[in-house]
């Protein structure tokens, strides 16, 4: 029986994965390993996005200041963008 939840956790965990391995820490996304990330999993969102410096403003989750976005620090910006992506979510589904 494939779980819904179960398998949205394991595809939110290799997304990081798959794109965090490319340099660097292979635990934790660099800036530009981040970019990648949201360009090929959140399509739109870089383009729909006013400010040229999006992805430097998303780098402001990394709370411990490193230059990297760890697993943690991941799933911050993912429920972030899921709570803002709610009603547009719900009311078209």
Do not use: P, R
């Not at 490319?22 to 400010?51: I, N, P, R």
């Amino acid at each position: 029986m494939d779980l819904e939840l179960e398998t949205a956790m394991e595809s939110l965990i290799n997304i990081l994965y798959a794109h965090s391995v490319k340099e660097g820490d292979k635990y934790k996304l660099s800036k530009k390993e981040l970019k990648e990330l949201l360009q090929a999993q959140l399509s739109g969102f870089l383009d729909t996005q006013k400010d040229a410096d999006s992805v430097d403003k998303v780098m402001e989750l990394d709370e411990n200041s490193d230059g990297e976005v760890d697993f943690q620090e991941y799933m911050v910006l993912v429920a972030v963008l899921t709570m803002a992506c709610n009603n547009f979510f719900w009311e078209n589904s």
